[in-house]
């Protein structure tokens, strides 16, 4: 029998860094940047020809599930978990796979995919994801590898090494390292040899790889995991959460298991992917006029304007400027440079430092 094929989506994210658009309230999973759907429904939506809406497992706050419930009503509720608190993706993945186990009666492949990435090329990430759990069968972890486009210092990379032999006929790679953000000077390099992909954050596994992981890396997160397993499905599941939750240790998936993981390959995913982490990067692939001014809402009036991002409710009118991002909400102006829209998340940090909580 065919070991059945779920995904776990990780919709707990804040999204600081597209602030003052995602707030704490309203994170960048529940924002409209391409069109009329949120990134959280494209990210169901993906899975719509691969994977009955029974065999998706979403993970998220206790004050995001009713939102995304709404959204996606096709998704049973008992297949929404609630995190008590933010602990980490290794957490969440483990939390994932057992629940996986607890639906499917059995051993599951489960696909760990975010909420609020950007995916152009959907049949593409389709064919991916099926090829990629045909091999997971078998017992690897395959990670999704995009192919470097700039040289990127803000994505981690994935040295490549040999191509493995499978039964799929998409190309396989085994793992040679998974690398930090790297400086310019490598990024320039790692970008254009061929041997690197970047790290998109998504992979494919069996819950009996998952498990065994765990149990030899972050044993102390196995253990705590272990404890919520008899609650899983039942009246108990929420409370067992809240008192058992807050326990488990903080840690990343990249981190806790996959950089010291032994069987690991990488599948090269030409998907149009785009982690949407800061508004240069919406600036960037969103549809734009002549000048590559791109508007998000309301009514913008150019002269001699390019490369300008605007959101507002109001009308902005721009003269002579270039390589802007301008937010406008009923509470919060935003304008900054595009190259230092990573910096946004500088703001809110020195606002939280500022106990100025009801702007975020």
């Known amino acids: 029998m065919e070991i059945p094929f779920y995904a776990v989506i990780m919709a707990g994210g804040s999204g600081t860094r597209l602030w003052p658009l995602s707030r704490r309230q309203n994170p960048k999973q529940l ?25 998706i497992i979403v993970v998220t706050a206790g004050d995001m599930v009713s939102k995304l419930m709404e959204q996606s009503p096709n998704i049973p509720k008992h297949n929404f978990l609630v995190e008590p608190e933010g602990r980490g993706t290794a957490p969440v993945i483990g939390l994932g796979a057992f629940y996986a186990e607890y639906l499917a009666g059995g051993e599951a492949v489960i696909a760990c995919l975010t909420a609020d990435h950007l995916i152009t090329d959907v049949s593409s990430f389709q064919n991916v994801l099926v090829a990629a759990c045909e091999v997971a069968r078998t017992g690897p972890i395959v990670t999704l590898g995009i192919e470097p486009t700039f040289p990127s210092t803000g994505y981690g990379y994935i040295q490549r090494g040999s191509p493995r032999k499978t039964s799929t006929t998409s190309a396989i790679y085994d793992v040679k390292r998974f690398k930090e953000k790297p400086n310019e000077v490598a990024a320039a390099t790692m970008s254009t040899d061929g041997k690197h992909f970047w790290n998109s954050g998504m992979f494919v596994w069996s819950t009996r790889t998952v498990q065994s992981e765990f149990r030899k890396q972050i044993p102390d997160t196995f253990v705590v995991l272990e404890k919520l397993v008899a609650s899983i499905g039942t009246d108990l599941q929420g409370d067992a959460l809240s008192s058992i939750w807050p326990t488990i240790p903080k840690d990343s998936i990249d981190y806790a298991i996959m950089e010291n993981a032994k069987d690991v390959c990488v599948i090269p995913a030409n998907i149009g992917w785009n982690d949407v982490g800061s508004w240069l990067s919406v600036l960037n692939t969103s549809d734009s006029d002549g000048l590559g001014n791109v508007l998000l809402g309301g009514t913008h009036h150019a002269i001699d304007t390019s490369s300008t991002l605007v959101s507002a409710s109001k009308l902005v009118a721009t003269i002579g400027v270039e390589n802007l991002i301008i937010i406008d909400t009923s509470d919060v102006l935003l304008v900054c440079a595009a190259d230092r829209s990573e910096d946004v998340k500088r703001v809110v940090e020195a606002l939280e430092d500022d106990s100025k909580l009801s702007v975020l």
């Open 31 to 55: 924002l409209r940047l391409s069109g009329e759907r949120t990134l959280y429904q494209l990210a169901v939506d993906r899975l719509d020809r691969i994977l009955s809406p029974e065999n």
